[in-house]
């Protein structure tokens, strides 16, 4: 298995931009977790999906940040516009019933 | 106070010795402990889960549930140099949306542990 898969890698804007994350979980999982990972604030929950559907969005930051999952083998983290203050590393985790999460590479955003 | 805390270390060993590394809980109805391993620049690595009160061996770890002084911990035996990362404890606290129990994942914020040669 390939594991979860993201991308890009690395990801450079200026302030304003939009930015989109993508996600691919492990096929078969169906749970879908996007995190945030700063020094400050260690790892933080965003958002997760069961089947596709968005559970609890609590800790999206703000308007600015949206999620969707299309579909069980895709999704998508967008912010928009970007500040310097969400430069952080941005993690996607999947799994099945909802535990045991694997964790894919990260997008490292940087926002100046 | 935070939900899952642990002492952010650093906390140093030599190799060869026992790492013990520690975490508490706020959330009585947590019932589900996971141990995450964080390399430098990497992704977090699901090492240990624990769902029972008591331990659970795997190798050189060790996983420790007491639920009654809601606290878990982790032992590394026989330390490795290797082993030097960030070490996260994570809790399943039960929540309520729409009629539909559901599990959050909630991490603490990590202890370093370095072992020396």
Redesign the interface.
């Given at each position: 298995d390939a594991g979860v898969i993201q991308s890009p890698r690395h990801e450079v804007t200026e302030m304003g931009q939009e930015v989109t994350l993508r996600c691919k979980p492990i096929s078969g999982h169906d749970y879908l977790f996007w995190y945030r990972q700063t020094m400050m604030r260690g790892l933080e929950l965003l958002i997760y999906f069961n089947n596709n559907v968005p559970i609890d969005d609590s800790g999206m930051p703000e308007d600015r940040f949206s999620a969707k999952m299309p579909n069980a083998s895709f999704s998508t983290l967008k912010i928009q516009p970007s500040e310097p203050r969400d430069s952080a590393v941005y993690f996607c985790a999947s799994s099945l019933l909802g535990f045991g999460q694997y964790f894919g590479p990260g997008t490292r955003l940087t926002v100046t | 106070q935070k939900e899952v805390e642990q002492n952010s270390g650093p906390l140093s060993v030599p190799e060869g010795a026992i790492a013990s590394l520690n975490c508490t809980y706020s959330d009585r109805g947590s019932q589900?402990f996971?141990w995450y391993r964080q390399y430098s620049g990497?992704?977090?690595?699901?090492i240990m889960?624990i769902y029972s009160n008591g331990d659970k061996e795997d190798g050189r770890f060790t996983a420790q549930l007491n639920k009654a002084s809601q606290y878990v911990s982790l032992l590394i035996r026989d330390s490795q140099p290797s082993d030097s990362a960030t070490y996260?404890c994570a809790a399943?606290e039960v929540?309520n949306?729409g009629g539909t129990s559901?599990?959050?994942?909630?991490?603490?914020?990590?202890t370093i542990l370095t072992v020396h040669p």
């Open positions: - | 589900s996971f990497k992704s977090p690595e699901l889960s996260l399943v929540r949306a559901y599990g959050k994942l909630t991490f603490g914020q990590g």
